[in-house]
């Protein structure tokens, strides 16, 4: 079983629609880190949180510690929003998830 | 924002050439740097971590051998590939860290395309 595991792999939502990607972990952690990847490679951080809940504009992160579940939430998405989406867990020795590949229509 | 370069992007070499790839942090001195490895339609995985002036960590199954990391300064660590065969071909990020007034952030570069003919 994976240390840390998104879900769904794959996405895919029309403009407007209101997101959200899973992110569960096993492993004690000090910080979850939200990812994202397109599809020339390049990866931006978009989020690090060790609890309750983070907002750039229309990304939302939040975690549960206790529960070792972490959500990201787009709202209003946008087809400049398709990427793949990781999740990943720790600090110095980040352990990452799978992906969530999210394609959004126009 | 910070920013964190590499060099080259996009690499073909021969089975048996080595291939040095660097990472730069561009604005800040970064405290630690860490490289990845992504094959296709997987995700990343921590191959080692740097910081400067000391020995790299390597993750478990990972040749140090291999892949030689030197950290020689503050803004800059290369990954050298050695003796590079075809199952090495990859994608290889390197990400940055930075703290600041307490505050930890990690910056990634935009990756380095390798392909071993």
């Known amino acids: 079983k994976n240390e840390v595991e998104q879900s769904p792999q794959n996405l895919t939502a029309q403009e407007g629609e209101f997101i959200t990607i899973n992110c569960s972990y096993s492993v004690g952690i000090s910080a979850l880190h939200w990812l994202q990847q397109h599809p020339g490679g390049g990866i931006v951080s978009l989020f690090m949180?060790?609890?309750g809940k983070k907002k750039h504009g229309r990304l939302i992160a939040t975690i549960n510690i206790q529960e070792k579940h972490s959500s990201l939430h787009i709202t209003a998405s946008h087809p400049r929003d398709s990427a793949v989406y990781i999740c990943?867990?720790?600090?110095?020795?980040?352990?990452f998830g799978a992906g969530t590949r999210l394609t959004v229509k126009p | 924002g910070a920013v964190v370069s590499q060099h080259p992007s996009r690499v073909i070499c021969k089975s048996g050439t080595s291939v040095k790839i660097e990472c730069r942090s561009l604005d800040f001195q970064a405290t630690t740097m860490f490289w990845y490895r992504q094959f296709p339609k997987q995700s990343l995985m921590l191959m080692a971590t740097?910081?400067?002036?000391?020995?790299?960590?390597?993750e478990q199954g990972v040749e140090k051998d291999k892949f030689l990391i030197n950290h020689a300064s503050l803004t800059l660590s290369t990954l050298t590939v050695t003796s590079a065969h075809p199952e090495d071909s990859s994608f290889y990020i390197c990400?940055?860290?930075?703290?600041?007034?307490?505050?930890?952030?990690?910056?990634f570069g935009p990756g380095t395309r390798l392909t071993v003919l």
């Open positions: 990400s940055a860290t930075r703290t600041s007034g307490g505050a930890y952030e990690q910056f």
């Open positions: 740097s910081n400067e002036g000391s020995k790299a960590t390597y």
């Open positions: 949180l060790s609890s």
């Open positions: 990943a867990a720790g600090l110095n020795d980040m352990r």
